[in-house]
């Protein structure tokens, strides 16, 4: 598509429980990037993706949080057992292969707004 | 560790004034920088661009200059509109990989009011 893509819009999980997050990139793209917003406007990078394989996981809290990339399948963002700390904002972007015309812009999904209670 | 600041945290100004905002970042060593939009509950909309090697990007009533050396960049609104009204994010790409995460500022809220 031309627009990526994040399913589904709110999720809503009781403390502990699981949560999996799911992002559609632009077709054509090869990066794959997981963003964390909270408190209104603090951004924060989770892990990004080239094709099926992590690029940069300095960001991941990894005692709890998972994601992959698989070939034919959206990407995934899972969190097993879940903190009221978790609810944020999930965005996802994707940026093009590099070539002619890319200038590695990322283009940003709707963003997936996780509610821990 | 790269820190991206902006201000005015929060701007509101009648319709039809020419408005900055003001983006710095402690790492002059970037290789990109963008400027968004995000209007409440919605996700990210890119406005500009700049590369490390340009000094400014313009689209319609928008201009983006970058001084990487003295870590600033400002977005230029001119002739500012209500439907303007959003918070708007600078985000750097730090030097090292074109692929590199996204560093973004605090937001500027903007209110353009009739």
């Known amino acids: 598509g031309e627009e990526v893509a994040q399913t589904p819009k709110h999720l809503v999980r009781g403390e502990g429980q699981k949560a999996k997050l799911y992002c559609a990139p632009i077709k054509g793209h090869s990066y794959v990037f997981w963003y964390q917003q909270v408190l209104k406007n603090e951004f924060k990078f989770l892990i990004s993706?080239?094709?099926?394989?992590?690029?940069?996981e300095t960001g991941m809290p990894k005692e709890r949080f998972s994601a992959k990339c698989l070939p034919n399948s959206p990407c995934s963002l899972e969190i097993q057992a879940t903190k009221l700390e978790d609810s944020a904002v999930y965005f996802c972007?994707?940026?093009?292969?590099?070539?002619?015309?890319?200038?590695?812009?990322?283009?940003f999904g709707p963003g997936t707004r996780l509610t821990v209670t | 560790k790269q820190e991206v600041t902006q201000i005015p945290a929060a701007l509101s100004v009648p319709e039809g004034e020419n408005l900055v905002l003001n983006c710095s970042f402690t790492d002059s060593a970037i290789y990109n920088l963008q400027w968004f939009r995000q209007d409440p509950g919605k996700g990210l909309t890119s406005l500009l661009l700049?590369?490390?090697?340009?000094r400014e990007q313009t689209s319609g009533r928008l201009n983006a200059s970058l001084d990487k050396s003295s870590g600033r960049s400002t977005l230029y609104i001119a002739a500012s509109q209500p439907g303007d009204s959003a918070t708007y994010l600078c985000a750097v790409k730090s030097g090292g990989t074109s692929y590199g995460k996204l560093t973004f500022g605090q937001g500027t809220i903007l209110t353009v009011h009739p």
């Open positions: 972007a994707s940026s093009r292969p590099p070539g002619a015309g890319s200038f590695y812009e990322q283009y």
């Open positions: 700049i590369q490390s090697s340009q």
């Open positions: 993706f080239q094709n099926e394989n992590v690029f940069d």
